[in-house]
């Protein structure tokens, strides 16, 4: 077996205690927590461990800290958010081109996912300028609670049938999440206002 001198006879000087604080911390010495956890003659290799481990946890405020947090699955806190939203928005803007055409290859490959997103953002805004109210929700979320038949007929809905009105045969039969008490009238958008229908009665409904 060969060994590596240089290795063991630094292991040697830290276990004999002949090695100066600064050596030992090596490249951490420079900390400002270096003279809290100064390496003791008792067991010098243990304290650099223990060292080493608390000084990379950096403070709050940096993206090692965002990290962590997440890591640890903890909700980061305020500074740790600013940090990330400041990273992501440098990312952003050097690299604007390039994020573009991903989500344009995506969108042109999940168009149904795009027009969902546009009607909940246009409900969500709807509900914001009016300060009725927002919780997001999910589709799935309004079958769970509420069954896939219409509300108001109380028949299956074609969910192969088209969302959008008109825009194909069979549309009448198609999914449209109806607000139960209108957003033009008070209603907020949030899973307890929403009710899963069919194009045709939601459209028959109005805002009744």
């Known amino acids: 077996m060969r060994l590596n001198k240089r290795r063991v006879g630094r292991r ?5 205690g002949l090695t100066s604080c600064s050596a030992l911390l090596g490249p951490y010495r420079h900390s400002p927590t270096a003279h809290i956890l100064a390496p003791s003659r008792e067991d010098p290799v243990k304290t650099r461990r223990r060292y080493v481990i608390l000084t990379c946890m950096k403070p709050c405020g940096t993206l090692s800290a965002y990290a962590r947090h997440i890591r640890k ?6 500074p740790c958010k600013d940090a990330n939203a400041l990273r992501r928005k440098e990312y952003y803007a050097a690299n604007a ?4 055409e991903i989500n344009r290859r995506w969108a042109s490959k999940n168009p149904e996912k795009v027009k969902e997103y546009s ?15 927002h919780i997001p929700y999910t589709d799935q979320q309004v079958f769970d609670t509420y069954g896939t038949d219409c509300h108001i007929c109380k028949m299956p809905i074609d969910f192969s049938a088209p969302r959008q009105a008109y825009i194909a045969s069979g549309w009448e039969l198609g999914l449209q999440l109806d607000h139960l008490v209108p957003l033009s009238k008070g209603g907020s958008d949030t899973l307890e206002n929403i009710r899963p229908s069919h194009a045709l009665c939601n459209m028959k409904k109005r805002n009744l």
């Open 12 to 16: 040697s000087r830290i276990l004999s």
């Open 97 to 100: 081109s390039k994020i573009y």
């Open 119 to 133: 009607r909940r953002m246009a409900s969500k805004r709807k509900a914001l300028k009016k300060n009725n109210g």
């Open 73 to 78: 699955r903890e909700t980061p806190c305020q």
